[in-house]
């Protein structure tokens, strides 16, 4: 009897070694299927109120779509309403008198006048020695020079106005970025789906006032048995996720892998994350695709890497 079971264990153990390499060079050649992948948000963004002040209108709802710059609420802006009116009046008044070059004509007109009336006082005293005093000769050329002197300074005081319309200027760009920040906008495309405050709340900076998720690409977490494939045989390969909806109706969705974890976990698998294009129900703004769900994860190993993504 021991001889019997002796040679049937030989020869079910013979039977294993001839398959197993079978098996192994199968589970080598397929492309890794992931069961249970968390499909989880790629952005999302709880939009803060930048400056203090109550919140005048809220422009958006819970479930809405918006674009990157959509404005979602806005702050009351009254006191910088007033603050960029007065900083324009003052704008336009000092590139008024900046432009304006009265007070240069003048002094050149008045320069030419005061060398005139010199040169005619010392034309007279060479004519007739005597008949124009020093004094009143030293006089009318200190008054000359003081003309050419006040050119310079017209010209000066030309070159301090265009530099205070360039200040004031400035100023009115600080008030209207003062109304500007008073402007919630959505800092990326995506969907409201929390909204914190209401109309009529003191809001200080920093408060969060909207969550925005981004909902056309998603973001899909797996783990690959590091024993069967390599990080090179995943990396940037093109990927199929595949969903199961509640009337139990699959779909399928496509992307890449854009990451691929250099550490290995206690289990012996390495994570990785993959893009996937979400889209829409017909006819709405749904998405078939939601964070949270659970998908099984194809990746397409066999076919070459996509080009890595750049940020």
């Known amino acids: 009897m021991a001889r019997i079971l002796s040679t049937l264990h030989g020869c079910m153990l013979a039977i294993a070694l001839s398959v197993l390499p079978a098996v192994v060079c199968h589970a080598a050649d397929a492309e890794p299927v992931l069961e249970r992948c968390l499909v989880s948000l790629m952005e999302e963004a709880k939009v803060p109120a930048r400056e203090a002040g109550v919140l005048e209108e809220l422009l958006a709802r819970e479930g809405d779509v918006v674009k990157r710059g959509d404005v979602i609420a806005k702050i009351d802006d009254n006191q910088p309403q007033m603050e960029r009116r007065k900083a324009k009046a003052e704008h336009d008044q000092t590139v008024a008198k900046a432009e304006s070059d009265v007070d240069v004509r003048y002094a050149v007109a008045a320069e030419k006048v005061a060398q005139i009336e010199y040169e005619k006082a010392a034309e007279s005293d060479r004519k007739v020695p005597g008949s124009v005093t020093r004094v009143e000769l030293n006089r009318l050329q200190l008054n000359e020079q003081k003309s050419e002197l006040q050119i310079e300074q017209a010209q000066l005081e030309k070159k301090v106005s265009t530099m205070a319309a360039i200040s004031k200027g400035v100023e009115v760009d600080a008030a209207e970025n003062a109304i500007e920040r008073r402007l919630i906008k959505s800092p990326l495309d995506g969907v ?18 909207a969550r925005v998720v981004r909902a056309d690409k998603l973001r899909v977490e797996a783990y690959v048995d590091s024993t069967r494939w390599n990080p090179e045989q995943v990396r940037d390969r093109p990927v199929t996720a595949e969903v199961v909806l509640a009337d139990n109706r699959r779909e399928q969705f496509k992307g890449r892998i854009v990451f691929t974890s250099p550490i290995v976990e206690s289990g012996g698998d390495y994570r990785v994350f993959a893009e996937v294009e979400n889209r829409q129900i017909e006819g709405t703004q749904q998405w078939l695709l939601r964070a949270g769900q659970t998908a099984t994860l194809v990746i397409h190993s066999k076919e070459p890497p996509l080009p890595a993504v750049r940020k």
């Open 192 to 209: 409201v789906v929390q909204l914190f405050p209401h109309e009529g709340e003191w809001m200080q900076p920093g408060d969060p006032l």
